[in-house]
């Protein structure tokens, strides 16, 4: 009969990998709130910017270590070709741009520029797909799994974004070791059918959307869910957007912000660019609103004086995307990273050091554990058996 042990380590004996940090003892008088209403949230982006700035910051300093910053690298491994319609996007096969389509990259190339990044101090390395979803893509899939087992094995977070996902390829993915999930809601619920007249997208509604974040969250898997500044919407949008994952039955562990960066072709080519203030008011908001949430500058941040940055830190950014480039645009450099983090006192995250994320990585190596536990016990009473049979045999 196979028998189950459990075991359960004391905190002095649990070990972690050389990149794991424990979760960090935090003290906070901002509790985490499901049923934030839109008006509480938009009298909050309203009110005074430094007021803003000063509250954000010090709900910060409440969740989080003020002076760390994650460093994500992101890799665009199936370029272009993509069948939908965003209206921002480059990708799309729609619209006439200087994005080509490209094969999903050989595993090799990954796991070499994943290894760059580790040695230029990002802690998480994601990777991102131009698909619709994964229907009719086994092999591309089953790559793409082996792919995120070898990253994780560096001791790296692993993030990837393919589009929509069911609840048994998020399993997978989950098995495979992936950390996080990307899949954005972009903009409010509200505006997302109505941008500039037309719509973000029509080849996906928002509750596919949010049906994927659901399948993602439900494997055990973080939800990185944020959305785009500067498609035309008002700052009732980034309000509703803020609402929109602040009511979900768990807050995504990451929430980027990108700032539009408008690329010829596209239908919002000409969409004016975001004011530095609008985006520090959607992080602080956005931290006070979400306060174990790592609020992520994403897309844009290489239009930003350093000093801008700096402000996007203070009002409760704590993480970046660096290297050398994101999907489709432009990235800030890791050299230059450093040495404006150097200046501002700040440091890089460990791996696994988000409070949420290190509890779903001892979760899953627990039920490792408890795997191999059970596959052990059943090979060594298997033997046990086989040698009582045999010797039942020669009597």
């Known amino acids: 009969m196979l028998r189950k042990l459990?075991?359960?380590?004391?905190?002095?004996?649990?070990?972690?990998?050389?990149?794991?940090?424990?979760?960090?003892?935090?003290?906070?008088?901002?509790?985490?709130?499901?049923?934030?209403?839109?008006?509480?949230?938009?009298?909050?982006?309203?009110?005074?910017?430094?007021?803003?700035?000063?509250?954000?910051?010090?709900v910060h300093r409440e969740h989080h270590e003020s002076g760390k910053i994650q460093l994500c690298t992101l890799m665009n491994i199936k370029t272009g070709g993509c069948t939908e319609d965003c209206k921002y996007c480059s990708q799309s096969s729609r619209y006439s741009t200087a994005t080509k389509a490209q094969r999903l990259v050989d595993i090799e190339p990954v796991l070499e520029a994943a290894r760059k990044a580790k040695e230029n101090g990002s802690t998480r390395f994601c990777m991102g797909a131009a698909w619709r979803d994964l229907a009719g893509r086994k092999r591309g899939f089953d790559k793409i799994l082996k792919m995120v087992t070898e990253v994780r094995g560096m001791g790296m977070e692993v993030c990837t974004t393919l589009g929509m996902l069911s609840r048994e390829q998020a399993k997978q993915l989950k098995e495979a070791g992936l950390t996080a999930y990307n899949h954005n809601l972009d903009t409010s619920r509200e505006f997302y059918p109505q941008a500039r007249n037309t719509q973000v997208i029509t080849t996906r509604s928002y509750d596919e959307r949010i049906e994927t974040i659901a399948n993602v969250r439900d494997a055990g898997i973080s939800v990185c869910s944020g959305g785009i500044l500067g498609l035309g919407e008002a700052k009732e949008d980034r309000v509703g957007l803020i609402w929109e994952v602040s009511s979900m039955p768990e807050h995504p562990e990451s929430f980027p912000v990108n700032a539009l960066v408008p690329i010829p072709g596209t239908p919002m080519e000409e969409n004016e660019p975001v004011s530095v203030h609008n985006l520090i008011r959607t992080i602080a908001t956005a931290r006070i609103v979400l306060p174990t949430t790592i609020i992520r500058l994403a897309a844009g941040r290489q239009t930003l004086t350093e000093s801008e940055q700096a402000m996007c830190f203070m009002a409760?950014?704590?993480?970046?995307?660096?290297?050398?480039?994101m999907l489709t645009t432009p990235c800030s450099p890791w050299d230059e990273?450093?040495?404006?983090?150097?200046?501002?006192?700040?440091?890089?995250?460990?791996?696994?050091?988000?409070?949420?994320?290190?509890?779903?990585?001892?979760?899953?190596?627990?039920?490792?554990?408890?795997?191999?536990?059970?596959?052990?016990?059943?090979?060594?009473?298997?033997?046990?058996?086989?040698?009582?049979?045999?010797?039942?045999?020669?009597?």
């Open 6 to 58: 459990t075991f359960v380590s004391s905190p002095s004996f649990r070990r972690y990998l050389a990149t794991h940090a424990p979760a960090p003892a935090t003290t906070s008088t901002s509790p985490t709130r499901h049923n934030w209403t839109k008006h509480e949230i938009q009298q909050i982006y309203d009110s005074p910017l430094l007021d803003l700035i000063f509250r954000a910051a010090t």
């Open 316 to 325: 409760g950014a704590n993480a970046v995307f660096t290297g050398e480039q």
């Open 337 to 395: 990273d450093k040495s404006m983090m150097d200046r501002w006192g700040l440091e890089g995250m460990r791996s696994f050091q988000q409070v949420s994320v290190s509890r779903k990585e001892e979760a899953r190596r627990a039920a490792a554990d408890t795997v191999n536990v059970d596959v052990n016990l059943g090979a060594i009473e298997g033997a046990q058996n086989q040698t009582q049979h045999s010797r039942m045999s020669d009597a």
